[in-house]
């Protein structure tokens, strides 16, 4: 075992502070990563308040991670020290039931083990996550980070960008495809970047007046106003795909009745309160409301292989790790462009 520090919560009420706690040295298939930058991720807060309750106290979050790997076990021969590496929102899952066996780990049946606020057998305590000084992983769920991009613009890429990317490429989206995108937040604005460089036609339905400028600057071919009736009515049964990133409230069935025959609308955007659906929003021309969650280990690597191909990073907005408590704050009033990545040298003076 070895002393880490990091920022946790004590309690669902209490606000992330200093903490200090003991990791577990490699094992044979483990790596070590010395964590440079660290996403901030919407469940991340909802982790810590319990909102979806079972949450484990202390409460250490973070599941966008990026850093440089300084220790690997015997038997790992993927990464070497000083690779730069990263870690998404899994540390573990079974490998043996038929999603793990296809890849697909994320749908792994008796679950898989989140990268904090999961079981951690080798050391009867629960995961501990990525606003922390180092992190140690099984090298199966260490992903090898392009050398071209941006550091920091890759941390998010890891849950806001493999959230998007999965659903495109799961539904084939591509060129000659009209395609939407509902919300320009952390999700959306991935979900617009990713599809554009996929070669769709790309239109983002917003709430908000005065995004388009933005909207087009990351990917937008067309920004529609989702509260204009007519507007709505206009481009009915014209789309080949529509992905939902709303986690709020919503009439799902008036972004159904933009979809095409057989076209498929994916949420995922995760709203508290359940989102009521018309049933002849579907049956009407065979359309499919359909969800979607993360990647698997080999779609994410191939999602970072595909942005560093493109050049594609996160809009980021970095704070220093005092000032998460600052950022969950705006990040609930949406006042970030787009995601915020903690830089982890400040872990050093705010502990």
Partial sequence: MFQCTGYAAQSAEAPLAPFSFERRDPGVSDIEIEIVYCGVCHSDLHTVRDEWGGTLYPCVPGHEIVGRVTRVGAEVTTFKPGDLAGVGCMVASCRECASCRDGLEQYCEPGF??????????????????????????SHFVLRIPENLDLAGVAPLLCAGITTYSPLRHWKV????????????????????????????VTLFTTSLGKEADAKRLGADAVVISKDADAMAALGESFDFILDTVAAEHDI?????????????????APEKPLPMQVFSVIWRRRNFAGSLIGGIAETQEMLDFCAENGITSDI????????????ARMLKSDVKYRFVIDMASLSKAA
């Avoid at 509902?182 to 070669?199: C, F, P, Q, S």
């Fill in 317 to 328: 907005e970095m704070i220093p790790i005092d000032q998460i408590e600052t950022a969950y």
């Fill in 253 to 269: 069935n008036a972004y159904l009745a933009l979809l095409k025959r057989d076209a498929t609308l994916v949420q995922v955007g």
């Fill in 174 to 201: 591509g060129p000659g495809q009209k395609v939407g995108i509902v919300g320009l937040g952390g999700l959306g604005h991935m979900g617009l970047k990713l599809a554009h460089a996929m070669g769709a036609q």
């Fill in 113 to 138: 083990t989140g990268t904090y606020n999961g079981p951690e057998p080798q050391t009867g305590g629960h995961t501990f996550g990525g606003y922390s000084s180092h992190i140690v992983v099984d």
